[in-house]
């Protein structure tokens, strides 16, 4: 793993050391300060491309593609909001998903396996323990944006989100977000529709590099991908990891997501 990672800068494999525990300890306040942390050049030089010269091939011919008009909640409704209600503005996301079982023995699952950086998660997440997902499509995903197309706004449903950007786009492509636009006590309704109408001067956008570890607390932080444009798409993986082990999604789940069960 020492040459795919650049583990001399994030010593993941040296849990306990002075640095490994310099390292949690600042990605955990950036965490509580901030929403999230980012390891920049987490990837080794070279390390990026050659993830996306394997995924291409099914990245190209046999990702599944997702295009759907939904609202920031991912939900046809909220019972307490009525249906015209500007926090339920309708917005498109288009996407390219090649799952885990389509990538067997790549760079991208090596990392997503690596026991170290499951460990290293963990502590900066204030976790006993992480475990790998055991569900064969979904625990590993790699999401192609091509021109034209964005992830829209929305919440996680889970309470962090771990991202390793592969290959940045010409343009675009950059992650807008909203640090605690909602809280698990106060839905901020109106919040949610000032940012859907562009008028939350609160909004950040993040510019990331390839190579790039993100960890993302996004359950009451609202965020998407912006609008890719130019010939290059933005490939990014996303990593799924749990607090118990062997968990599956189930057969809506996955025909939802990946349009097949298996």
């Not at 800068?9 to 950036?30: D, F, I, K, N, Q």
């Amino acid at each position: 793993m020492k040459d795919i990672l650049d583990l001399d800068r994030y010593p993941l494999h040296r849990e306990g050391s002075p640095e490994w525990t310099r390292l949690v300890e600042g990605s955990r306040t950036a965490l509580r300060e901030h929403g999230m942390f980012n390891l920049e050049g987490f990837l080794r030089p070279g390390i990026a491309e050659k993830a996306v010269a394997e995924i291409r091939p099914v990245m190209d011919t046999n990702s599944h593609v997702h295009k759907r008009m939904h609202n920031i909640y991912f939900k046809p409704s909220i019972p307490e909001l009525a249906p015209d209600h500007p926090a339920l503005r309708q917005v498109e996301t288009i996407s390219h998903t090649v799952c885990a079982d389509q990538i067997s023995g790549s760079t991208v699952l090596s990392i997503y396996e690596y026991e170290p950086l499951v460990r290293f998660l963990a502590a900066t997440m204030d976790k006993p323990q992480l475990h790998v997902m055991q569900d064969p499509l979904a625990r590993a995903n790699v999401m192609g944006y091509r021109a034209g197309e964005a992830l829209n706004w929305h919440f996680d449903r889970s309470e962090f989100t771990t991202t390793l950007l592969l290959q940045a786009p010409e343009r675009g492509g950059d992650f807008e977000y909203r640090t605690d636009l909602r809280s698990d006590s106060d839905p901020n309704y109106d919040g949610v529709a000032k940012l859907l109408e562009g008028r939350d001067p609160e909004a950040k956008i993040l510019h990331i590099k390839a190579g790039t570890l993100n960890v993302f607390r996004g359950k009451n932080t609202a965020h998407r991908v912006t609008t890719v444009d130019g010939h290059r798409e933005r490939m990014i993986a996303v990593f799924s990891y749990y607090e118990r082990p062997g968990v599956m999604f189930s057969e809506e789940e996955r025909i939802g997501f990946y349009g097949r069960a298996a």
